[in-house]
């Protein structure tokens, strides 16, 4: 019999990355053992079992999760031919549910979340998606690859597979990498053995995995009464602003651990864990990754596509806490629930998968809270000052008020008459002299009432 054992390298781009820590082996040998043990018997129940969950979220039934059409809610002018896949995002207003392990001594570590990338894959991608996160998900040492699809051989394959895997999970913060052993009888594909790589024990996850959860569910715990999808969204998204700080240098920082263990991380960090903690909400919110470019350059980056009220926003917390000491802890709302227009202008995601429209302005946070000029006659000014002001005093001590000029001849004139004129000490309540950022690229004036 040939033998040949290819080791592929996962594609593990900015967002799907880890830091490597190392390997517990005797944790993956005692794993890959008690999957023996298990037996064809519960091999076949745990598949058996993994159907019947995929069904009953497809279907709404069991779990109430809500689905839609990707054919009727995607558009990619892009990427038209895209559009013949159809398939579901599914799990609203449903958390926590795991699937079955293979017995009790590996607890699988799977929560519910909206599979954004999983049903943009062709039916066998699906089927080893499926099969790679049975294996994940309790953090099994191997997993055989059905090799119906003789495509298991190809790295590109899998790596695309694995990729959305990497994507849709946030919650698999232990998970490094994988390796494929391909196995042939002559001239015929035999086996396609898949060893996942993790980069901590098995103990030490459920540890961790136990303490995220416990600092998700405080926030969450926190929240104000009554908020509307909006309203939870801007408090995930202010919470997760708050509570990091960027460091190129944090630990884990490629993965929600950075976050909520030790509150500093990088874009891909910031980005998995506003949709961890929105996955735990129920609203819908996937993982983008690709590049984006600013005053320094191009560079890898991480941010979140959401779905509000049944129409999509792009968000990225990472530059919504660009502010520094200027306004600390203060989200810079300019990301957040952008359309796609806004975020194209600086952002452009990894090609080969389907994004939906994203044009709406209805959750537009200038919009939405009435910050947005549309002229500077005096009989506007007053009003939407008030309401700049009420939301300010309402945010904490180093809340700004904010307004935004609806175009750019609007944000001109705002600067003549508030700022050139010294108007503005008409309309807050402050001394002599005022502290305030211009942002010319989002039309955006802030003040500082401290």
């Not at 979220?57 to 159809?86: M, N, P």
């Not at 089927?127 to 099994?140: D, K, N």
Request: charged letters at 25%; proline letters at 4%; one cysteine or more.
């Amino acid at each position: 019999m040939a033998r040949l054992r290819a080791i592929l390298a996962a594609w593990l781009l900015a967002a799907a990355g880890l830091l490597c820590t190392g390997c517990d082996t005797e944790e993956l040998e005692a794993a890959k053992a008690r999957l023996a043990q298990a037996g064809e018997s519960a091999e076949q129940s745990l598949e058996q079992s993994l159907e019947q969950s995929l069904e009953q979220s497809l279907e709404g039934g069991l779990l109430g999760w809500q689905g839609f059409d990707i054919e009727e809610d995607f558009r990619d002018t892009q990427q038209s031919s895209a559009l013949e896949v159809t398939g579901r995002w599914v799990a609203e207003g449903v958390m926590g549910v795991e699937l079955p392990s293979l017995d009790q001594d590996v607890p699988s570590f799977r929560e519910v979340a909206p599979l954004f990338y999983y049903y943009q894959l062709d039916e066998g991608e699906r089927r080893i998606y499926e099969e790679m996160e049975s294996c994940i998900s309790v953090m099994a040492a191997q997993e055989e690859l059905p090799i119906s699809d003789t495509r298991v051989e190809d790295h590109h394959f899998l790596d695309r597979v694995y990729t959305a895997l990497s994507l849709d999970h946030p919650e698999y913060f232990y998970l490094e990498g994988y390796e494929v052993e391909i196995t042939h009888r002559g001239e015929h594909l035999y086996s396609a053995g898949f060893y996942p790589m993790y980069n901590q024990s098995a103990e030490e996850a459920r540890r961790r995995q136990a303490g995220i959860r416990q600092r998700a569910e405080e926030i969450l715990a926190s929240m104000p009464q009554g908020l509307d999808q909006y309203g939870q969204v801007k408090y995930a998204f202010a919470q997760i602003v708050g509570r990091t700080t960027y460091n190129q240098n944090a630990p884990d920082n490629q993965n929600i651990c950075s976050v909520f263990e030790g509150g500093q991380s990088v874009c891909t960090g910031y980005a998995k864990s506003l949709q961890y903690l929105l996955h735990r909400m129920g609203i819908q919110c996937a993982l983008v990754t690709g590049v984006a470019e600013d005053q320094e350059g191009r560079e890898a980056h991480a941010w979140n596509l959401a779905r509000i009220d049944g129409k999509y926003y792009y968000l990225d917390p990472t530059w919504g806490d660009g502010f520094g000491e200027a306004f600390p802890d203060w989200p810079d709302y300019s990301y957040f629930c952008m359309t796609a227009e806004e975020i194209g202008r600086s952002h452009s995601a990894d090609q080969g998968w389907i994004w939906p429209a994203a044009d709406s302005q209805d959750a537009d946070y200038f919009v939405r809270e009435g910050l947005e000029f549309v002229d500077v006659e005096r009989q506007s000014l007053d009003p939407l000052f008030q309401r700049a002001l009420a939301l300010a005093q309402s945010g904490g001590p180093h809340a700004p008020v904010e307004i935004r000029g609806a175009n750019a001849q609007v944000f001109e004139k705002l600067k003549r008459e508030l700022l050139e004129e010294d108007r503005i000490f008409a309309y807050l309540p402050v001394g002599d002299y005022l502290t305030y950022v211009e942002d010319a690229r989002w039309l955006v004036i802030r003040f500082q009432l401290e």
